[in-house]
């Protein structure tokens, strides 16, 4: 599997796209919709995508995996973004029409404090020193994931850094169809970037555990393949996603050969989401986490420890997994 880093820059559209003067499908914040033309995005065709890998497209929050102190930790996604002031400047340039690569920022003023641990994300340009925002007016990064964080629980819940291990959903290794919840050192995930989804991640559009009893798992990027992927063509993928079983997803990424990542969002497509029984529900899953192993002193409320109780099980699919009271 190709090995992402902590890029987790804007990845581009497969198709060109246009905006509309209409709410968000997506962002309720937002008051105008990006919608793909039927033109397909040069930079796609430029990276040859009709034979790149084409995978799943997963509704969570975005983690990475590299080292902290010297030691592999969870980091979460956290944006650098501009303060009340700055954001209504920058509003204020766009509705005038002009581009927003042409406003210019004050990076130490016109942006919120982070924590002194922040790192921006691979791939942010620096001007002076100084890293520069995207289009949106945000500067992508990432803080870690430290012990006992309560801003940041359920990302915790998936980590023990005692045992250095993180609790992954990943495809079986003996079945094309099998999917497994495994304990993965973290040190085998360095520079990956991963999809943390769950009962409190996104409204779990996956339909994971309960109020009662969460459950959080972490996805590697481009992990989940799509076997039978349409043609990049817009009335193909809109069939697709509409007819197929297969299609029951957030959207697709493809990954060129020449490391180019392009996606396709449902919404792209004018699309709903969530849909109400995901693809993602349609596999098997086995669960292979012995927590036993590592002897440690944990609660009883440890998701590891849930986890093991249910060691060599196997379910229709990772909705249906339930720990016992």
């Not at 919840?181 to 990956?192: D, K, T």
């Not at 590697?220 to 799509?226: A, Q």
């Amino acid at each position: 599997m190709r090995r992402l880093g902590s890029v987790q820059q804007k990845m581009p559209c497969v198709f060109l796209t246009e905006v509309k003067e209409e709410p968000s499908r997506k962002r309720d914040c937002q008051q105008f919709q990006v919608v793909a033309t039927e033109n397909v995005n040069p930079r796609a065709l430029e990276s040859n995508i009709d034979c790149a890998l084409a995978t799943e497209k997963l509704d969570g929050t975005c983690c990475y995996v590299s080292l902290y102190n010297g030691e592999p930790y969870l980091w979460a996604r956290l944006d650098r973004k501009p303060n009340k002031q700055a954001d209504k400047r920058f509003k204020k340039f766009h509705h005038s029409r002009k581009s927003c690569k042409e406003f210019t920022w004050n990076v130490e003023e016109d942006f919120r404090n982070v924590p002194d641990s922040w790192i921006p994300a691979h791939g942010v340009q620096h001007h002076n020193g100084q890293p520069v925002p995207d289009e949106n007016g945000h500067i992508p990064g990432w803080v870690p994931v430290e012990k006992n964080n309560k801003q940041y629980c359920w990302h915790s819940s998936v980590v023990n850094y005692d045992a250095g291990i993180a609790l992954v959903l990943r495809p079986g290794s003996d079945d094309s169809e099998l999917l497994e919840v495994a304990a993965v050192p973290l040190s085998e995930l360095l520079e990956q970037t991963l999809e943390l989804i769950g009962t409190n991640v996104n409204a779990n559009p996956y339909g994971l555990g309960c109020k009662k009893q969460p459950i959080h798992v972490l996805v590697p990027h481009g992990i989940i393949r799509i076997r039978n992927a349409p043609a990049v063509h817009y009335q193909q993928l809109t069939d697709w996603f509409q007819g197929c079983a297969e299609g029951k997803v957030e959207g697709i990424v493809w990954h060129c050969n020449d490391g180019m990542l392009v996606k396709l969002h449902r919404h792209h497509l004018g699309l709903k989401w969530p849909v109400g029984d995901t693809f993602l529900n349609k596999r098997p899953v086995v669960i292979r986490v012995n927590w036993v192993t590592y002897e440690l002193d944990v609660g009883s409320e440890d998701l590891f420890v849930s986890f093991t109780n249910l060691n060599g099980r196997c379910f229709d699919c990772i909705k249906d997994v339930h720990f016992e009271t």
